[in-house]
């Protein structure tokens, strides 16, 4: 077993890191504050090829592995999480598409999206629906050869912003097998949206999104009619390792943070890092901070040999965003009342990074999926 990094992973984390330290971390609270996403953002990591990581390299991406992608998510977590959301959204639509979408759609839609011209949302979650996604309500009713979308989505990240997304629609009877996917253009009549004021990730926002009677036809349906929730529920096995290694990029800078500071800061005539009660927490942290990651590339490796990473992404969905939030809680302590202050990023980590505790799908409906495959799903919650 070697956990060792090849040169071409060591050279491209460099790269990041440059890029990172350079381009995102200087607007990290300057775009918080702001509460926009910047313009020169998404053109940036598109030219880094962070918005084609999983898109075939015939459509103007990288097509780059699952623990190639993890990696640059981690790295770019650390300078600057809520950039990360770009990443992260590419990435999983591309999923999407790649699982379910022709040969012709994937040529339609796929170079946009490594571009950066047509940076896709999720659209799932409702105001009445949230974790019981196989109920959504959005209605798909059908209009010639086509349908018109007719209903609301909410919670949806970068939802102000992006002028494409994947919508779960009903098109059926209830239950998971009524969802249908769609790629729609959310630029075009029947669509209106409004943002939602949040307590992190200001700068990326979420919206609430209306759809009254926007049109798609069949070459908008991803996959056949009544597979859109299978669809979905495949891309979130992936995502959520990805998100899993986002949560542990933004906490291992944290705590780099919080270790350099208990070098320095004295107290009592001596460095707090030599006194066990401010030391052992981050070595605590540390320690599980470094499993979290084994577990989230577990997950990724899985994926890439072909294999089912839903128990391994799964656990590390539950796992890693509460750990990253604890570790960035127990860093920002470290710094005493400097860590009160909003001239120290820790206090913006943690609002940012609990978000991700919630969004694509709680813990709780994380280790339900576990518990399904460790007991049986009759024996199961
Ligand atoms: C930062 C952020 C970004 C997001 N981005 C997107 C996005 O881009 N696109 C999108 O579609 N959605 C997005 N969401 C929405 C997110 O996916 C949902 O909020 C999430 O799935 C939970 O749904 P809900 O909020 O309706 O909570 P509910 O489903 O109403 O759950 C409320 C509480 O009950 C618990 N609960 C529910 N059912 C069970 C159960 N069976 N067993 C035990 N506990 C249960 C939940 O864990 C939670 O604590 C985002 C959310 C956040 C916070």
């Not at 933004?250 to 270790?259: E, P, Y």
């Not at 089912?308 to 799964?314: C, E, F, G, I, L």
Request: proline share 5%; hydrophobic share 45%; glycine share 12%.
């Amino acid at each position: 077993m070697d956990f060792s990094l090849s040169p071409e992973q060591e050279a491209y984390l460099t790269e990041l890191r440059g890029f990172g330290e350079k381009e995102l971390a200087p607007h990290y609270r300057a775009d918080d504050l702001a509460g926009t996403l910047r313009d020169d953002l998404v053109p940036a990591m598109a030219r880094m090829g962070l918005t084609g990581l999983r898109v075939p390299e015939r459509f103007g991406g990288q097509e780059a592995d699952a623990v190639t992608t993890g990696m640059a998510a981690e790295e770019i977590a650390r300078h600057d999480f809520n950039a990360c959301y770009v990443l992260l959204d590419s990435a999983l639509v591309s999923d999407i598409l790649l699982a379910g979408a022709t040969d012709e759609q994937q040529a339609r839609w796929m170079p946009g999206i490594a571009s950066g011209a047509t940076m896709p949302a999720v659209c799932l979650t409702e105001p009445g629906q949230g974790s019981d996604a196989a109920n959504l309500a959005l209605r798909a009713e059908p209009d010639g050869d086509g349908w018109r979308l007719v209903g609301e989505k909410t919670s949806i990240s970068l939802g102000m912003y992006t002028p494409v997304g994947v919508v779960f629609a009903r098109t059926g009877g209830p239950g998971a097998r009524g969802v249908s996917a769609f790629f729609v253009d959310l630029t075009g009549a029947g669509l209106s949206r409004t943002p939602l004021d949040d307590l992190g990730s200001r700068s990326i926002g979420r919206a609430s999104l209306y759809f009254d009677g926007v049109r798609v036809g069949r070459e908008d349906m991803i996959g056949a009619e009544g597979e859109g929730f299978v669809a979905v529920m495949r891309g979130f096995d992936y995502s959520r390792a990805v998100i899993g290694l986002m949560c542990l990029g933004i906490a291992s800078a944290a705590l780099d943070d919080a270790l350099a500071y208990a070098r320095e800061r004295e107290a009592f005539g001596r460095p707090i890092g030599t006194f066990q009660g401010v030391a052992f927490p981050l070595v605590e942290f540390a320690t599980q901070i470094r499993a979290a990651r084994h577990l989230c590339y577990e997950a990724l490796a899985l994926k890439d040999a072909g294999k089912d990473p839903a128990v391994p992404a799964n656990m590390a969905k539950w796992w890693a965003p509460k750990l990253a939030a604890d570790a960035v809680h127990q860093a920002l302590l470290t710094f005493g009342h400097a860590g009160w202050s909003t001239d120290n990023p820790v206090g913006q980590r943690l609002r940012d990074v609990i978000g991700l505790e919630i969004g694509d799908g709680t813990a709780q409906i994380a280790k339900l999926v576990v518990a399904r495959h460790l007991l049986g799903r009759s024996s199961a919650p």
